[in-house]
């Protein structure tokens, strides 16, 4: 009789401290977006790069692929110098020899950036030394194949050597492959953006490519990255495709589903990857026999966007109303 008299006021006890918490409130959805169908103009030899922002439906900044040479990583404790694979960029680690000598390509072992973005897949990698508070160089001599542009006309060779990162400032300086023409420059970090560019034509000269990471979620462009032949070995190619914003942006492929299908609750099922190459170039394929690219429509990805929304996107074209290629045509839809 005891033992059932406690249990009853323990329930009741209960009871009542659970009618003392609010009950949680059901977070209403945000409404579905439109079914939004775009054109991004690469132009038919792939000359421009884009980059696109999906919730205000517009190319936020574009520019040549051939404007640049290399990247200067802008977080702050960011170091990475990469290539502008759009032109197929190659780089070689000639060691510590003298800056500003006369050097020729024979036997050089080169490298490219991959294209996930891994610190680790970088091809210049840690050119520096840390001493004290600053970033100072390990004295290696770059030699850079600047690589081709939109017809595949040679853009030549430069050696360069990264001298410091002090302060916010990379200290850098390069010459023609000869020796000839030597120059020095210096990029201040930006925190608004991903990387600073810098062309190596004539003088050199800083550009502003990117727009502020906070504005563009995907960049269309030419790139290039490793492949395997059928006995697995890696080479690079050049290929067409969509890389992501590397801020707070990550992708999840899916080919289970019909793109009209995908709903947010299938969000949580999905496994999403911050890959820059997660989009990539294979969402087509080129047939030998016919000559031409096609897309595959059945591929969708569902894109968690750096505001937090979820993008459902899938690819229905690769040519503009003239039969040019160079024009992806992307469908997408807020969930």
Known sequence: MIRTLRFVVLIAFVL????????????????????????????????????????????????????SDLGFECSPEGWKVILNTANFMKVADKGTVPFGAKYDTAGLVWKFDKSDGNADSNAVGRWFRVVGDDTVSNGHLYILNRGIDENANSLGFSQVIFDSLRNGIYYFRFADLSGANPHSGRIQKDGTVNY???????????????????????????????????????????????????????????????????????????????????????????SSVTGAYTVRTGVNYVIHTRQGYYFRLRFIGFYNNKGEKGYPVIEFQRL
């Not at 003392?20 to 059901?26: I, L, P, T, Y």
């Open 16 to 67: 009542m401290l659970t009618s003392c918490f609010k009950k949680d409130e059901a977070i209403a959805p945000h409404p579905k977006g439109d079914i939004v169908t775009d054109t991004i103009p690469m132009t038919i030899n792939y000359a421009y790069q884009l980059y696109f922002d999906l919730s205000g439906n517009e190319v936020v900044l574009k520019n040549r692929k051939t404007a």
């Open 196 to 286: 600073l560019f810098y062309s190596l034509t004539g003088s050199g000269s800083l550009q502003q490519l990117e727009p502020s990471k906070d504005r563009y979620d995907l960049f269309f462009t030419q790139y290039s990255t490793l492949l395997f032949t059928d006995a697995g070995q890696a080479y690079p190619y050049l290929v067409t495709g969509v890389l992501i914003n590397p801020v707070n942006t990550e992708v999840a492929v899916d080919s289970v589903h019909s793109f009209t299908s995908i709903t947010y609750q299938d969000v949580s099922q999905l496994t999403f990857s911050n890959k820059l190459d997660v989009i990539g170039y294979d969402w087509k394929y080129y």
